[in-house]
């Protein structure tokens, strides 16, 4: 493509591939001095939130991060989108759940302590999941919890004999999920 400059001659028009360059360039800026928005090489934990959490679920999020460096931790959190109010998030392999008041929640498992006391705090059952995943039963007769560690925004589990698959009614699994309607 050319185009004349003022003068009557004709030149290449380079303009675009610059333009392109220059936000590459800006882009790598931002990254390069953005080390708690972006993960980089080396990072323990990234620090990402979804965009759809509010100011008491980003500083919840931020607890669990602590906690979990705390412990030596160094999975990343995932991100598995929002329903509800609630952000689901992936701690080693288990779906975590924080709420529209900053409180976490594991709907796969059934119960886990919540006495506010150091290791039976709610921070602590995010922090490790799995360990309070893999000590409940399996017992499709129970009104709560799920089969398998990951559980969808729709409030179903990934486990095809979890009685969560042959509930039709979005809030029976929300229950099961939550525990409360």
């Known amino acids: 493509m ?3 400059d003022p003068r009557g001659s004709s030149q290449r028009d380079f303009s ?15 990254l390069d001095g953005a080390g ?8 323990e934990m990234p620090t990402r939130k979804l965009n759809t959490m509010n100011d008491t679920q980003e500083r919840a999020f931020r607890e669990l991060q602590s ?3 705390r412990r030596g931790a160094r999975a990343e959190i995932v991100e598995r989108g929002e329903r509800d109010g609630y952000a689901f998030i992936e701690v080693d392999g288990v779906t975590v759940l924080i709420g529209p008041k900053g409180g976490f929640l594991v709907p796969a498992v059934r119960s886990y302590p919540g006495t506010g006391k150091p290791g039976e705090r709610a921070v602590d059952a995010a922090a ?3 360990f309070f995943f893999n000590k409940q039963a399996k017992d499709r007769h129970l009104r709560t919890g799920h089969f398998h560690p990951i559980v969808n925004t729709d409030w179903r589990c ?6 969560c698959r042959d509930e039709k009614d979005e809030s029976l ?9």
């Open 36 to 43: 708690e928005d972006f993960p980089r090489m080396g990072d």
């Open 2 to 4: 050319s185009r004349c």
């Open 173 to 181: 699994r929300k229950y099961r999920s939550l525990g409360k309607k």
């Open 16 to 30: 675009r591939g610059s333009e392109v360059r220059a936000t590459v360039r800006r882009a790598l800026r931002i």
């Open 67 to 69: 906690e979990r460096r």
């Open 158 to 163: 990934e486990s095809t004999a979890c009685p």
């Open 128 to 130: 490790d999941p799995g």
